[in-house]
């Protein structure tokens, strides 16, 4: 287990390796928005209490996927909270009616997530409540970019960098989760809500036959599956997922419903299940025989 400290902000935990005592298998599994460490000055600045800013977290994600280091993979996890610092955006995301001073021209100050109030740093939480009290000055997001973002994504660089050079491949599985509130039915006539949204950014960055195993092993174990709508997949998926260059990236988006009480955070017993469900799909992907690097 390798646990990354920020020396600067009083030996904040900034994410964790959970890895097998030797590599077995050509993937790599990430969970960025499972963290809990919430940062005093953070909590302190916002309007929003500590219950209040959990809305936005993938919870207990990193727990489904735990069984990956017993199988042979490593997983990495974010330990910041999502509220804090989106690790799975550009790094710097940023609405400008946020900050105090002006943004330097390098910001992407127009992307969707930004008009959607979730850029890096976000304005809201998950169900829209504005998280701060008052505008940010630009320090403030540079600081939180270097001490956090740029130290996890250096960390997931190397894992998939030692993966691809092991193996002559990787295949990265960016874990989250999805509210069950204003997601898509199966058909437009379902009443049926949708467990799992994969996400290949409409097939460039992996494989067919990565997101077709994926599909398979969760409809076989019973659950409604659809690709790309509403997540295609984000800067992670965007970003990594470069089959031509042996690097394989499929986002998973798990509905909460299945194993959480949305409205007090709190786990479902059905997570064990679902956990030894997530077991067997990380087995399935590691079975692929099909060469997938180019």
Do not use: W
């Not at 031509?244 to 986002?251: A, E, F, I, K």
Request: charged share 25%.
């Amino acid at each position: 287990m390798d646990r990354y400290f920020d020396a600067e902000a009083d030996r904040t935990q900034v994410f964790e390796i959970l890895a097998p005592p030797v590599q077995t298998l050509p993937l790599v599994l990430a969970s960025p928005h499972s963290g809990t460490a919430y940062p005093p000055d953070f909590l302190a600045s916002s309007k929003l209490d500590a219950f209040s800013l959990r809305k936005s977290e993938d919870s207990f994600v990193d727990e489904i996927f735990m069984a990956a280091p017993k199988l042979g993979a490593p997983l990495i996890r974010a330990l910041f909270p999502r509220a804090f610092l989106d690790a799975n955006r550009e790094a710097f995301e940023l609405d400008p009616d946020m900050f105090a001073d002006a943004l330097p021209a390098y910001v992407n100050t127009r992307s969707p997530r930004v008009a959607a109030g979730l850029g890096t740093i976000a304005k809201v939480v998950a169900n829209g409540e504005e998280i701060y009290r008052g505008k940010l000055r630009f320090a403030e997001a540079l600081g939180r970019v270097n001490r956090f973002y740029h130290p996890y994504h250096a960390a997931l660089k190397r894992l998939v960098d030692q993966t691809r050079h092991r193996f002559g491949y990787c295949l990265l599985i960016d874990c989250h989760s999805m509210p069950s509130s204003g997601n898509p039915p199966e058909t437009a006539s379902s009443r049926s809500k949708v467990d799992f949204v994969l996400g290949d950014c409409y097939g460039s960055a992996c494989s067919p036959i990565v997101m077709e195993t994926a599909e398979r092993t969760l409809r076989q174990q019973g659950y409604i599956v659809i690709r790309n709508t509403p997540y295609a997949g984000g800067f992670t998926t965007r970003h990594y997922g470069r089959p031509r260059m042996g690097v394989q990236c499929l986002q998973i988006e798990i509905n909460r419903a299945l194993y959480m009480e949305e409205r007090t955070i709190t786990k479902k017993p059905y997570i064990g299940e679902l956990a030894s469900h997530m077991e067997e799909l990380v087995g399935a992907l590691s079975r692929i025989r099909t060469p997938l690097s180019e």
